[in-house]
């Protein structure tokens, strides 16, 4: 799967677009968020010469696509949307969004996936977009199964959050099913 080509995507509400020097310390932000880390399993063990050196090297990757999710309306970044890890046995990658504080709650990230998927399944040749989410999220599975993705398997014990082990509930949308809705 080749992703030389960085693609700016515009929606109603949203800008997907290939990340620029200035949208360091606002993703740097969005990658320190309480909620972002808890929802994303992640930790805020990195420092700006990491993070600079990260998204200055995202053009450059063939074999991924990381964009900025701007909101249209203030033309502030909110988050970023990836898609990585191509699997050439079923043609599929990798689909994982955030969204930082100042995007929350007005259907941003929806629009962002929703143009992602749009712009992967009718401009490219995959077949097949994969995802997990935690069983604490409730709000992102619903927003998957709504844009179509559907559950293929459940991981158990897959993170430990607050003392206890959550599963991660995998997920895919294929091709045909996205190009029938």
Known sequence: MNLTVKPVLTGKSV??????????PIIEQCLRDPEVLQLTGSEADFDRETLKTWYGTRHDQPDRLDLAVVDKATGTLVGEVVVNEYQSSDHSMNFRILIGEAGRNRGLGTEATRLLMDYLFRQTSLARLTLSV?????????????????????EEDDFEVDGRRVESI???LTRERYLEQ
Do not use: C, W
């Open 15 to 24: 800008i997907l677009r290939p990340f620029e020097t200035a949208d360091l």
């Open 170 to 172: 995998l997920m895919v």
């Open 134 to 154: 935690f069983d604490f999220n409730p709000r992102a599975r619903h927003v998957y199964e709504k844009l179509g993705f559907q559950v293929s398997g459940v």
